[in-house]
């Protein structure tokens, strides 16, 4: 397994103004990643989204840092028309291969649409998560891009949900990027969880969390709750509750040999955080 980072890791310095997307990438390089994946590209004023990828596939090259990845917010569940939501996802893909990401996430759905809340199941709508990431995959294997979603947003975020998405696809070009540590947000085992979904893993995420029950008080600041009220703080890799090391055996033993992304969202310093995780996760992938 090849190790990168999500640039969302380092987002307390870029939403303060220290640093970018593009300036992080050499404070990568010199913590020793071996690749790095992007969220939503947001460049600076009066530049366009193409021009900050190619500005970003430059610095790549330049440092010798493949972009592994590109995740991209998406709602196939959208008021407006499902064509209209894939046409501009087809658009991201075109970001993707600018570049040089040959994964791409986008997201299937955030909840039910506000007509459908009180009268509509899962299994109604799947048909339309289908339907769009089918057709996203579809575009996406012509300029040679292996699609995902991922395990996150409440909605679609159970294992079983986001199989079912899978299997409806049908398509060895699309998977899951299985975030390791986000099944605690629906109160999901997440060694059970990553078994089930072993077999579609296209790109991991390590991401560990504190986990406190819901039977007690509100820990304060930094937490959040799970679907089930439990509460949750993001943590440094191998400092919180998940099982980290045992999720990436599950993965090795069902053949996967990919990257695994850092995606770091705790309350210390990010470098620190980031550093810290980085030498937790080396050791686990040496010890599977």
Not at 24 to 52: C, H, N, Q, R, W
Not at 212 to 237: C, D, E, M, T, V
Not at 238 to 246: A, F, L, N, R
Not at 255 to 263: A, N, P, T
Request: aromatic residues 8%.
């Amino acid at each position: 397994m090849k190790i990168g980072v999500s640039s969302y890791s380092f987002q307390q310095l870029i939403s303060s103004g220290k640093e970018t997307q593009i300036s992080i990438m050499k404070k990568a390089k010199e913590m020793g990643f071996d690749g790095i994946e992007f969220i939503d590209l947001s460049p600076a004023d009066g530049v366009s989204e193409t021009k900050y990828a190619e500005m970003i596939r430059e610095e790549s090259e330049k440092l010798s840092l493949p972009v592994t990845a590109y995740t991209i917010s998406a709602n196939l569940l959208k008021d407006t028309d499902l064509d209209a939501e894939v046409e501009r996802i087809y658009r991201k893909v075109d970001v993707a291969e600018i570049l040089g990401a040959k994964f791409m996430r986008h997201d299937a759905a955030w909840g039910m649409p506000d007509n459908l809340k009180s009268s509509a199941s899962f299994e109604q709508i799947l048909p339309s998560l289908v339907d769009g990431c089918k057709r996203v995959t579809e575009y996406a294997k012509e300029k040679d891009i292996v699609t995902s979603i991922e395990n996150h947003g409440y909605f679609c975020q159970d294992s079983e949900r986001v199989e079912k998405i899978i299997t409806g696809v049908a398509n060895p070009n699309f998977g899951v990027l299985l975030d390791i540590g986000n099944f605690c947000c629906v109160d999901e085992n997440s060694a059970h969880a990553t078994g089930r979904l072993a077999p579609y893993i296209k790109h991991i995420h390590a991401k560990d969390f504190h986990i406190k029950s819901g039977n007690g008080i509100n820990p304060g600041k930094g937490f959040f709750k799970s679907r089930g009220g439990n509460y949750l703080r993001g943590s440094i890799i191998g400092h919180g509750d998940i099982p980290v090391m045992q999720c990436l055996s599950i993965a090795k033993n069902a053949g996967y040999d990919g990257w695994v992304s850092i995606e770091f969202e705790g309350l210390e310093n990010c470098l620190d955080g980031i550093e810290i995780g980085l030498e937790n996760l080396k050791r686990m992938i040496e010890m599977i």
